[in-house]
């Protein structure tokens, strides 16, 4: 291997990207000793793998915007939502460690209805992709069931956050659920609309009105991500 | 390992962790993709919600941190599927063009080399962007992205050598400067 030509660009990255054995970069070594032309080739692949590393250690924040008030009530909203927490949070005494191994997959929540396994779980965070109203009973009806099947004396938190499709469920002039939205959140379930999802519908020119019960200002991953932090069981629907 | 093994309630929370800590490097990858900062911010959430419901398809743990990378890759071409969208090529907006003026040397820098990234096909731009931000070695990258170890190379080849081109102007004052502020080298 003592000319240039007979070094691949392959082989000059494979070298720059640490990819060659021990021997391989020896041999490419002693190639470039003796070419000048192949050790700056070698400099220039060095370069522009610098130059990419470069061009993205520091990459503009995602830009968050804050929702807008979307519903008349979406400051009770989140004062409700804050004053249940508190609620809960009193009278549960902090967070309860799961000790049951659920599959968060949707698949898995046939496994809920066993009354044993229902037992030993604690709080839920339920999330809606899906737009058909199907999957939105559904939800609905989990949370409704993970409520009553809660052990006595320990109130069992419930939250559900909608986003992509599934933000119609919160959708006011859309869903088809706002009475059972409404039931569920007198039984102290909360509803989070994401944000960003609403800022999509929005971009496309559409208004989001949300139901009067849904909690504006979070976005899906942020809450799911907050919860799961504090040992929740994420279900996604 | 069974999957109750691997993903006892430790695993599950180091699971959470790893998913958290790896925000971060999924947003810097996601930008380099699309260079649209809520464009990437999105694919990174639906890649961590994907990976938080999907937990049981991680077979080992140690693999995790490509399996992420490899859910952010599918969610892009999810997304450009249903955008019919090409997100590379002369059309590209650079959205990034805030630039206060005692940086614009580096800034100028900066927007050239993405804007070259950007310029590169999708595929290349991955496999670059792979091997030179998160230096994932070409089997990783190859499983991220499902393609042979071969085409990985082969397209970070012809990648960078379209890069080369894009950035034949750039003048040595230009380049990082020396490292003057080494605090320590491997």
Known sequence: ?237 | MAYKKLFGISQRRAFKRLVVNNRERLYRMAYAWTSDPHLADDLVQQTLLKALSNQKQLREFAAAEGWLFRILANCLTDYRRAKREFLSGDNLEIVDKTTPEHQAGEQQLVQKVREAVQKLPINHCQVITLVDLEEFSYASVAQILDIPVGTVMSRLCRGRRALRDHLTDIKPREMPRPAVNIKRVK
């Open chain 1, 1 to 237: 291997m003592n000319k240039d030509d007979h070094i691949s660009e392959e082989q000059l990255n494979a070298f720059v990207d640490g990819e060659l054995d021990s021997e391989e970069k020896t041999q490419l070594f002693g190639a470039a000793e003796q070419s000048a032309e192949l050790d700056q080739r070698l400099c220039q692949q060095r370069k522009l793998k610098e130059l990419v590393k470069h061009a993205y250690r520091d990459v503009p924040e995602p830009g968050r915007r804050l929702t807008k008030h979307r519903t008349p009530n979406s400051m009770l909203g989140m004062a409700i939502a804050a004053s249940m927490l508190l609620f809960l949070g009193i009278t549960t005494g902090l967070l309860i460690p799961r000790v049951f191994d659920q599959d968060p997959n949707p698949g898995g929540l046939a496994s809920t209805t066993n009354p044993q396994a229902i037992a030993a779980m604690e709080n839920y965070i339920l999330h809606v992709v899906s737009g058909d109203p199907a999957q939105m009973k559904r939800a609905l009806q989990q949370a409704k069931e993970l409520l009553s099947t809660a052990e006595p004396g320990k109130p069992r938190q419930v939250e559900v956050v909608a986003n992509e499709q599934g933000l119609d469920l919160l959708r006011s002039d859309v869903t088809p659920f706002a009475e059972e939205i409404s039931a569920l959140a007198s039984e102290q379930v909360i509803f989070y609309a994401c944000s960003r999802a609403i800022e999509r519908l929005e971009e496309k020119g559409v208004e989001v009105k949300l139901v009067p019960q849904a909690v504006p200002g979070y976005t899906a991953l942020d809450r799911v991500v907050e919860r799961l932090q504090d040992d929740w069981q994420y279900v996604k629907i």
